[in-house]
């Protein structure tokens, strides 16, 4: 498994919670902020962007990449926590 960040962009509120739908549907994935997710998966970054597009909309934009072994976050314990459990 991979992990990966995805990082949404828009004001819609309904596309956000079509959004999490789809994120929803991995087996390992923690909410890290309103529009911030990460994932543990098969695949690559463009595979992701490929199956979240259908949610991002004309005005919305979305950042997919792959979260390296070195990272640093401040904040949540349980998002340390899950980066660190994987």
């Known amino acids: ?11 819609s509120d309904v596309r956000i919670n079509q959004m999490q739908k789809l994120i929803e549907r991995y087996d390992q994935f923690i909410q890290v902020a309103d529009t911030f997710w990460i994932v543990d998966c098969e695949g ?10 259908r949610s991002v ?3 919305g934009s979305l950042l997919v990449f792959e979260v390296t072994k070195e990272w ?3 904040g949540s314990q349980e998002v340390t926590d899950w980066l660190n459990g994987r």
């Open 1 to 11: 498994m991979t992990t990966f960040a995805i990082v949404y962009n828009t004001k």
């Open 72 to 74: 640093a976050f401040t």
């Open 57 to 59: 909309g004309t005005t």
């Open 44 to 53: 690559d970054p463009v595979g992701i962007k490929g199956y979240l597009n």
